[in-house]
């Protein structure tokens, strides 16, 4: 890491302000494709996040009694100014993780919608009438949560963010976020968004820091009301049982460990094309990343000759030229695990067929950089096909039959992603139905919307994101029961017959 002067500095982002941490500590922020620290951020800890936390339930208060409406206009608001700023968004979101230009552009235009759609949900929400019999009215209320903590990764930092915030903002909650200390950033620029559109101070907070300090203090935070982590499945397990202790609600959207499953109807370009997305997007740093393309042995070398081919040719570069296809991977130490792996991959007596080692030349010697690598001859025990690598790296495993292929889309710990690719229409189901994954596309890989609910199976993660069921998951249930009768009920009396109280 070289420090120079940083670009800028921020504080963290409570009540509605940027402030200094407690302990006046700062958290520098590291260019990937160069090592360069270019901005600092405070480094919050248990002081800033108890303060934090005191802000966002005072401005529960309030918030908590908002209509829908009043809400949906704010995030509506909101939306649109973050519209406005996107290449601003975009710009820091590719300096902070060194992602390329034209991926962050195209993911960062869609983040509004989140806004816009949890808006809509929160403006349209209705509750139940339950029934109960003639003598009494029940009906049921969502009712927000109160403060809540978002745990959120360096990945997708607004994306993954806005799949928390929309959700808690629309129920009408107010939160205190803790970024990766990756990329605090941006997180911190959609506290100017929210604030600019309406939403009062203290609803949304962002308290830069470490996991092990910032965040478990938020995690273990006795008046949360729930915590929402996106992360590693290691992470996961600290984090649950943490909350569990408080009997804190808590999801978690962890590891994964995507199987792109292609049957011989799939034509080679199609499938080529396919395995390339899912597998190099975002240099393979997505949870739903197809880390392993599990391909029908008729296709295999046809699909491997092409898919190593392209693979070679992908423009690696300067993540803010928009011509760059692949930028460095987010850190040193993703790059450091990337590195790792491939030997193990190596040594497990798997092929590289192509990359497995960083890229040539003056222009990437500074930066994470790290060249998309295919391995070939991969056998499902292997650890290169069962463990979350989470760089621009490929296993190869063919299969001849479709309970093999069943078998291997099943075959690992996770349980987030898959894609199936046939044109057999009772197939793409059978073999649908059977995987045990929380996301299964068919023909398609890796794409997502506001209103469709995202998590995942195993050890891929508990609750959901998007759609209503995350509205849910940020309100609790309260059942209310009316008398319609006015007469008195009088269970100690000895009028009457037979008396029932329920
Ligand atoms: O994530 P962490 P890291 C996977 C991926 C990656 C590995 C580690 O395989 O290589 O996880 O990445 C906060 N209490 N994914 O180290 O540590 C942390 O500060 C409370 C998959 O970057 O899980 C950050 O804000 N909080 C994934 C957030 O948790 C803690 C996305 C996630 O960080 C904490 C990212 C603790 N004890 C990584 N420890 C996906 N599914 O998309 C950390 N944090």
Redesign the pocket.
Known sequence: MTVHEPKFARGMFVNGEYVNAASGKTLPVENPKNGEVFAVVAEGDAADIEAAVTVAERAFEKWGRTTGAERADIMERAAQIMRRRLGEFVTLEVDQIGRARREMAAQLARAPEWLSYFGAVARTHEDTVIPFGTTHLNYTRRVPLGAVGH?????HPVL?LMKKVAPSLAAGNTMVV?????APITPMMLGECLKEAGLPDGVYNVVPG???TA??A??AHPRIRKID???????GR??VA?AAKNLVRASA????KASVIVFPDTEIDRAVAATMFAGFVAAGQ??VQGARLVVHRSIHDQVIEKLVKRTGAIRLGDPQDPDTQLGPLASK??RD?TERYVQIGKDEGATVAVGGRRPDGKAFERGYYYLPTVFTGVKNEMRIAQE???GPVICVIPFDTEEEAIALGNGTQFGLGASVWTKDVARAHRVTHALQCGIVWINDHHRIDPASPWGGFKMSGIGRENGLIAYEEYTQLQSVIVSLTDGVFDWYSDEGGTKRYS
């Not at 803790?178 to 990756?182: F, G, L, M, N, T």
Request: charged letters at 15%.
């Open positions: 745990l959120t990764p360096w990945n993954i803790k970024p990766s200390e990756i470490y996991g092990p965040g478990l938020l995690t982590l996106t992360g590693g499945t290691e992470t600290v984090v943490t959207e962890l590891g994964g997505t949870c130490k993703q695990i979350e690598i989470f």
